[in-house]
C-alpha cells in the first residue's frame, strides 16, 4: 500500500482545512487508517484513527473539533480539521495497517509523506 497525503497549508486560528489521503492498492478497505502528526522537537503523536468498518477513534486534544472519515471507493481517507489552534501546527502523517484501530504507531505498516499544516494565531 502506497499513502500519499495532501491538504496542508498556512491558515489562521479558528479556520478549517481537510486533509486528505490517497491509498494504492484494491485491499485498501480491509485497512484501518490513521493520522499522526508531529511538531517540530516533538514525537510524533496520534491524532484519530478509522476502522475498515467505519468506527472511529481520536485524541483527546481533537475530540469534537476533528473527524476522520473514509471512502473506500475512492481508496481516501479524510481529516477535517476544525476550529484549528496554533498547537495544531505539525507535519500530518496518515497511515495504514491490519492491527484494527489503534493509537499506537506500531500498530502502522504503511506511511505516508507527511504535509504540513501551519496554525497562526
Known amino acids: 500500500v502506497q499513502l500519499q497525503a495532501s491538504g496542508g497549508g498556512l491558515v489562521q486560528a479558528g479556520d478549517s482545512l481537510r486533509l486528505s489521503c490517497a491509498a494504492s492498492?484494491?485491499?485498501?478497505?480491509?485497512?484501518?487508517m490513521g493520522w499522526f502528526r508531529q511538531a517540530p522537537g516533538k514525537e510524533r503523536e496520534f491524532v484519530a484513527a478509522?476502522?475498515?468498518?467505519?468506527?472511529?477513534y481520536y485524541a483527546d486534544s481533537v475530540k469534537g473539533r476533528f473527524t476522520i472519515s473514509r471512502d473506500n471507493a475512492k481508496n481516501t481517507v479524510y481529516l477535517q480539521m476544525n476550529s484549528l489552534k496554533p498547537e495544531d501546527t505539525a507535519v500530518y502523517y496518515c497511515?495504514?495497517?491490519?492491527?484494527?484501530?489503534?493509537?499506537?504507531?506500531?500498530?502502522?505498516?504503511?506511511w505516508g509523506q507527511g504535509t504540513l499544516v501551519t496554525v497562526s494565531s
Open positions: 497511515a495504514a495497517g491490519r492491527s484494527g484501530i489503534s493509537r499506537s504507531l506500531v500498530d502502522y505498516t504503511y
Open positions: 492498492g484494491r485491499t485498501f478497505s480491509t485497512y484501518a
Open positions: 478509522i476502522s475498515w468498518t467505519g468506527s472511529t
